[in-house]
């Protein structure tokens, strides 16, 4: 009997373990399927640290809480939903701030769930990993065309993001 019980605690334990590690994908999974599209805009940032491999660091314009008219609900740290609407180009620009997820968005509008420090915003699209090969080249053109480069985010109904794709002006990387 005792035998028995130590091995349900154990599949238990692995169980929940495999459940813990499934669960950290899934979600950025679910929000690429299921999620609205919206294109936003980057501002330049040193985009290589070479502790952390090849990946380029990415920031948005709307990670600046400034460009809000409220932007005050960012001055300390907790969760905020940046409502974003798509201009006549397709790239999302910052509409308001919130605490709360908006009850209703206006047509052409997705609200990012982020997290406020400092009048800083992090949406957890801020790191796009790239290919080895390559690598230095588009590290210099996205510095050298942050202005034209966009980045594709899928956003779902709950305001997780999941970056989906840089677009370069003429290369797409996914």
Do not use: C
């Amino acid at each position: 009997m005792r035998r028995v019980s130590r091995n349900v605690a154990f599949w238990i334990a692995v169980g929940v373990q495999v459940f813990l590690m499934a669960a950290v994908p899934a979600t950025k999974i679910w929000v690429r399927s299921t999620g609205e599209t919206v294109m936003l805009s980057l501002r330049p940032v040193d985009p290589y640290d070479p502790a952390r491999g090849y990946h380029l660091v990415l920031a948005y314009e709307i990670g600046d809480a400034s460009v809000f008219e409220n932007a005050e609900l960012a001055a300390g740290r907790g969760t905020v939903y940046a409502t974003v609407a798509a201009d006549a180009d397709g790239v999302g620009r910052p509409v308001r701030l919130t605490r709360e997820r908006p009850e209703t968005l206006g047509e052409n509008e997705v609200a990012l769930r982020g997290r406020a420090r400092s009048g800083r915003i992090s949406y957890g699209i801020e790191t796009f990993y790239i290919p080895e090969e390559g690598r230095v080249e588009r590290e210099a053109r996205l510095r050298e065309q942050f202005a034209e480069t966009r980045a594709e985010v899928k956003v779902a109904a709950s305001g997780d993001a999941a970056l989906v794709a840089l677009h370069f002006p003429d290369e797409t990387l996914r």
